[in-house]
């Protein structure tokens, strides 16, 4: 396909700013965009917790000191540019203390939504101003879902820079959608009516900014083509199912890349050993160095079952109290855990060190590296979860030889197959129930393979062998372009 020119707004990219799957896939998407020749510009908040540690950065002579109206308020801005480490790729910086020198990237303020409106216009009017005119301005999630609407209302007399422009919204949770309160209204504005608002919502009270993402884009992207169908009925769709289902001929899902050049386990800079599927010496290193790091004890035919999670009920730690310590008590393996949410799921997991001393290990919050680090010495990785967009770990766990055990739902149905023992096919242990005797049917089946050497072996080769880079996947990406950016619907 011929070039595109991309306006991209993401709320975080990696590694400079980043709480999860969007980060890292708004930073390979965008990059292999970029690698394939098209002209993208990413605009991203300058958040307070930003690490652009080592970076080059550059002040945008053109997009300095300006300023920006989102309901009847001004905001002052400046725009700087940092380079996406080992690429071409230079993001867009969009630094407003007003709103984005907080010590967090996502809240419940009062003026949540005001701050991601900020961006939204501030990219918009960006573009203006470097008179960039974009064939598509690619949205994610709630954060910067109006942009379709401002698009077709506010910026619609711009026909220079956005007469030609399409949307594309893409939906990476749809559990999180942004609500706020109607009485909220006048924030659209300047530039959109009343009238251009879901008037149902408004009836109740309330505007949901990723409805109107569904309602306006040109086009609406999921992460995966299983959560796609998903998020399409009423138990998933978490109230917009019908909204969905109405766009049906433009909702289609894409199942998200891996990085290979930041998760590969024969070049990975946070492992002290590397390793490949011709030689899974580095891996068994990897596991002995880690157990010995956080001190539990085991012999090297020990299986180490990991997780890196956020601790919420979408990831299914709900399973877990039912299930890990009858498991822990009747194997002889150990657990190590890495994540942050809930405080009632951080209680259990503390519990649980507690009480299996040695043999199960919590680290409250978040470390890239110990995030690797678990990857490469697991030997079975939990993602038990009740709904998964796509996933990103059970990718990361396939390319490093660990066992993912997962549910059959969203993303992890289209990249996990389960494996059958006797014909030797399959990536991984799927159970389909979302319940404590389908997870624990699991984890005692993965327990018992990985005491057959000769079946965990292929196993774990059958999955190091998948590839799921973003070359396989930005293609679609591309077609998906093409197909939208011929008329306005």
């Known amino acids: 396909m011929p070039p595109q020119r991309i306006c991209f707004l993401t709320a975080e990219i990696s590694p400079f700013a980043k709480t999860g799957g969007l980060g890292d ?19 991203v908040p300058l958040h307070a917790l930003s690490d652009l540690q080592g970076c080059e950065q550059r002040p945008v002579a053109a997009l300095q000191d300006l300023s920006v109206r989102v309901g009847t ?49 501030a990219a918009l009017e960006c573009c203006q101003r470097l008179d960039f005119a974009p064939d598509i301005v690619h949205c994610n999630d709630w954060h910067t879902a109006f942009a379709p609407l401002l698009l077709r209302t506010a910026y619609a007399w711009d026909t220079q820079i956005f007469g030609a422009t399409r949307s594309v919204f893409t939906i990476h949770n749809i559990g999180y959608q942004g609500v706020f309160s109607a009485s909220a209204a006048a924030d659209l504005g300047p530039g959109v009516s009343i009238e251009a608002l879901h ?16 309602l306006y884009a040109d086009a609406v992207t999921t992460v995966s083509p299983t959560y796609a169908q998903e998020i399409r009925t009423p138990e998933g769709g978490y109230g917009l199912d019908a909204d969905l289902r109405a766009r049906r001929d433009s909702v289609s899902g894409i199942l998200n ?3 290979y050049d930041d998760w590969n386990p024969a070049i990975d800079r946070y492992l002290p050993f590397h390793y490949d599927a011709n030689d899974l010496t580095g891996k068994a290193r990897n596991k002995a160095a880690l157990l010995d790091l956080l001190r539990m004890n085991a012999a090297a035919s020990v299986p180490l079952i990991g997780m890196v999670t956020r601790l919420t009920r979408q990831k299914g730690i709900d399973l877990l109290p039912d299930v890990l310590p009858k498991l822990l008590q009747e194997h002889d393996c150990r657990f190590v855990a890495l994540g942050s949410g809930e405080a009632q799921y951080e209680r259990f997991m503390h519990e649980l060190q507690e009480r299996f001393p040695g043999r199960v290990v919590f680290y409250s919050g978040y470390s890239e590296e110990l995030a690797h680090f678990i990857e490469a010495a697991a030997d079975i990785f939990l ?3 009740l709904y998964e967009p796509c996933g990103l770990n059970q990718l990361y766990s396939l390319k490093y030889g660990t066992v993912p055990v ?25 159970f389909n129930d979302f319940d404590a005797g389908g997870l624990r049917w699991a984890l005692q089946t993965a327990l018992e393979w990985y005491g057959w050497p000769g079946v965990w072996h292929r196993l774990v080769q059958n999955g190091m062998q998948q590839d799921f880079s973003w070359d ?13 950016g011929v008329s306005r619907k």
Request: charged residues 25%.
């Open 472 to 484: 396989a996947r930005i293609g679609e990406y591309e077609a998906l372009y093409e197909a939208f």
């Open 406 to 430: 997962v549910r059959r739902t969203g993303g992890l149905a289209d990249s996990v197959q389960h494996f059958d023992p006797t014909t030797g096919q399959g990536t991984g242990i799927v």
């Open 383 to 385: 993602m038990p979860s």
């Open 25 to 43: 896939v708004a930073a390979a998407l965008s990059r292999h965009l970029l690698q394939r020749g098209h002209d993208i510009r990413v605009f």
């Open 73 to 121: 308020n001004e905001y002052r801005y400046d725009v700087r540019e940092a380079r996406l480490p080992g690429s071409d790729l230079w993001v867009q910086l969009v630094d407003c203390p007003a709103v984005f020198d907080r010590p967090f990237i996502y809240s419940d303020a009062h003026d949540e939504h005001v701050r991601y409106l900020m961006l939204t216009r």
């Open 199 to 214: 008037q149902a919502d408004l009836g109740h009270g309330r505007i949901n900014p990723m409805r109107h993402g569904i």
């Open 257 to 259: 890349g891996v990085d």
